[in-house]
């Protein structure tokens, strides 16, 4: 018989499963880009961006290899016993984060940037966005945090 569990029969077979309804787990992805990006601000005059952002300022760009992890937090279903298939996490991440920002300029080929210094601070807000309009539940997003370089590394929750 070919047919898919109903909402009852989905309850039914996981608590005869013997899982543990209610657990929380925290499902975390890494892509790595590569990027350029200027730190300027249209709402400072050039003697100010030199002497705030020094030599990320330079007229010409800078670049990074970032390394971004996305992370979800979420009920395992008792049935596929996953949070999200990965699969789809890949392909969402992808279209957010690869397609939009893997060998830019950030400043230029990303419209969000045009007005917004693209700081780490500011790209992980981004992908936030970009994540929480891909993901079928974004209330699953838990975490965006980008290696900028070794040292370097932001995340931002959405708060």
Known sequence: ????MNEEEHSNHAHSMGSKQGRTVYLSRVEKISACHRLHSNHLSDEENKKIYGKCNNPNGHGHNYTVTVTLKGKVDPVTGMVINITDLKE????AIMD????KNIDLDVAYFKDVVSTTENVSIYIWDQMTQLLP???LLYE????????NIVFYRGE
């Open 100 to 103: 939009t920002l893997d060998h």
């Open 144 to 151: 965006v945090k980008i290696h900028e370089t070794d040292k």
């Open 137 to 139: 539940d974004p209330s």
């Open 1 to 4: 018989m070919d047919r898919k």
């Open 92 to 95: 969402y991440m992808k279209k």
